[in-house]
């Protein structure tokens, strides 16, 4: 799915410069310049610290989150009202994952879990919001939050068992010691790529999903009156989008709960 | 030529096309998600989770709670329908009991009452049959005057001038009505 719409987002890339190519009759669509980092003042460089665009949507989603999950829980009622009770429902969901997932031992770690989930769930679902702007579409932002993953995972691995963390990669259950080397080779590729995979994904998803919506757009914009079939299918995509959002943060939580389950439990 | 330029333009366009891979704004992205992150794991870590968690665990301890005093109440109503039951079959007990005393009074009462009624009736019954046995003995004895006079009579009627001896026809009447 990820590749199609790969290749999808390049073919439409392709059209879209070709169009260009014709000069501006009004075929003038830039659907990655919605990922563009700019600052939020000004028209200087971007230097580390300058708040951009990306700054202001993080900080948007961190209080948004808190809004959520703090602003919501301030009754502290025993009966509780609807947005508490949203909160109280995205903490047990959260909680019986990771429980689940990584099983008792994996609780100490839950609230690691459900900032990387809240995070990215909220940053995916407002980046829907048309003007908005998505962190999680930038391959760094998820590259971090992968290799912090990959590194507290690793390191709660060799603390937790030293050297029996190489468990994870012995196949021990293998006939042969020649299979087993083999093997070992398989798992220590695996493992590295993990972080890739971790971050690509999800970054991936984000990008082409809003590429293709903007893409659909400027078709929309171009054709004018005449523009149902674009419409329809902005609507049927953002509708996709919503979906993909969920099920992306979901997709990243529960694998950094399998991560953590390996390294609290290696061995096969 | 015009090859080439418009290769380069559609390369130049497709590096324009892609922010992500911009690595001067690397810096800038990494800086900004480390905070939010951070900020964000402070404020779930201080504020959310332990409210949410002590939420839910008072929750879960009023239900405990309510679940014992329901048990409570129940055990309670159960007593008291037990000693309802009880009270019950002692009244009852304790009715049938006066039922039988009643009955057992009652009973001798009675048995008092026909005894007198049967002796009343006794004597009357005895008092009317002295007065029957007087009546027919005064009767037969009227009869036998009559009989006795009648005899004479009679005796004097076909034997006139022939004096009745008395004694004889009173006799002869006497053995014919005790025959």
Request: aromatic residues 8%; proline residues 3%.
């Amino acid at each position: 799915m990820k590749r199609t719409r790969r290749v999808q987002e390049r073919a439409e890339r392709a059209t879209m410069a070709g169009e260009a190519e014709h000069g501006g009759n009004g075929f003038n669509i830039h659907p990655m310049e919605q990922f563009k980092v700019h600052p939020l003042f000004g028209d200087g460089a971007v230097h580390w610290y300058t708040p951009t665009n990306a700054t202001l949507w993080m900080l948007i989603t961190v209080l948004a989150i808190t809004l959520f999950m703090v602003f919501g829980t301030r009754g502290r009622a025993l009966i509780p009202s609807r947005g508490q009770s949203a909160a109280e429902v995205v903490f047990g969901f959260t909680r019986k994952m990771v429980e689940d997932v990584a099983g008792k031992e994996g609780a100490k770690y839950f609230p690691y879990i459900l900032t990387l989930f809240l995070f990215i769930l909220f940053a995916n679902v407002l980046a829907i919001i048309p003007t908005s702007f998505a962190p999680t579409s930038h391959i760094a932002v998820t590259a971090v939050l992968a290799v912090a993953v990959f590194v507290t995972v690793t390191v709660i691995g060799f603390v937790k068992h030293g050297t029996h963390f190489f468990n994870l990669f012995w196949v021990s259950s293998a006939p042969t010691v020649a299979l087993r080397i083999v093997l070992a080779v398989i798992e220590v590729i695996s493992y590295f790529v993990r972080p890739v995979s971790h971050s690509i994904r999800l970054g991936g998803n984000m990008m082409a999903g809003h590429a293709v919506l903007k893409v659909f757009a400027g078709f929309a914009g171009a054709l004018g009156v005449g523009a149902v079939l674009p419409i329809v299918a902005i609507s049927a995509i953002y509708g996709l989008e919503v979906l993909v959002a969920f099920i992306q943060a979901y997709v990243f939580a529960i694998l950094t709960c399998v991560y953590l389950n390996d390294a609290l439990h290696p061995g096969h | 030529m015009a090859n080439d330029t418009l290769g380069a333009e559609v390369l130049e366009h497709a590096e324009a096309g892609m922010p992500q891979l911009d690595v001067s704004i690397f810096p800038n992205l990494i800086f900004w998600l480390i905070v939010s992150i951070v900020l964000l794991y402070l404020i779930l870590s201080r504020v959310a989770i332990p409210r949410i968690t002590s939420v839910l665990a008072e929750r879960s301890d009023a239900i405990s709670s309510d679940l014992e005093q329901a048990q409570l109440y129940k055990r309670r109503a159960e007593e008291a329908e037990a000693a309802y039951n009880a009270a019950l079959a002692k009244a009852r007990e304790e009715a049938q009991k006066i039922a039988a005393d009643t009955k057992a009074q009652v009973g001798k009462e009675t048995a008092v009452l026909l005894a007198k009624a049967d002796a009343e009736i006794a004597a009357k019954a005895a008092e009317s049959e002295a007065r029957i046995g007087e009546i027919r003995e005064s009767a037969a004895r009227s009869v036998e005057e009559v009989a006795k006079e009648t005899a004479a009579e009679i005796v004097a009627a076909i034997l006139p001038g022939k004096k009745a001896d008395a004694a004889a026809v009173d006799s002869a009447v006497s053995s014919r009505l005790k025959g």
